[in-house]
């Protein structure tokens, strides 16, 4: 007879998961007019003098069910990981890859040249440059005498 471990974590995450799925579709979320997002891609932000980058997770997903938009002063990534429909009828143990919406914004922070943001896709990773803006300078005011 095989030895069947516990996994306390396991168990947290689907508790999660379900609590995550009774807030679908909530109140707060139709005012902002978009859908209650089941799982979050990892990402990575990394800041440079000139532009911010991002790198987003996103394996076995489809060009066309991601999203990338920038209102005011938040890049908002969204879209959908649709499940394998020929594989549902199979008999699975266990099923750890999320499925569903997501739905991830950032605040930038600084000024950004949204019109020259600049995103592509390859091999399941999202990878994001926005440039940023050349900051406001003070302008110096001269004095004369009366």
Do not use: C
Not at 71 to 89: A, F, P, T, V, W
Request: charged residues 40%; glycine residues 6%.
């Amino acid at each position: 007879m095989p030895i069947v471990r516990w996994d306390p974590f396991s168990e947290m995450l689907q508790l999660r998961d379900e609590i995550g799925r009774w807030f679908e579709g909530s109140a707060v979320e139709r005012e902002k007019g978009r859908k209650s997002a089941i799982w979050a891609p990892d990402v990575d932000i990394k800041e440079t003098d000139k532009e911010i980058q991002i790198k987003a997770d996103l394996p076995g997903m489809k060009l066309e069910d991601i999203e990338v938009s920038v209102d005011d002063d938040q890049l908002i990534i969204q879209g959908e990981r649709k499940e394998e429909k020929e594989e549902k009828e199979k008999g699975y143990i266990r099923v750890e890859r999320n499925y569903g919406s997501f739905y991830r914004a950032f605040n930038l922070g600084v000024p950004v040249k949204a019109d020259q943001i600049k995103a592509t896709y390859k091999d399941g990773v999202l990878e994001i440059t926005v440039p940023k803006a050349e900051a406001k300078k003070p302008k110096k005011i001269a004095i004369t005498s009366k």
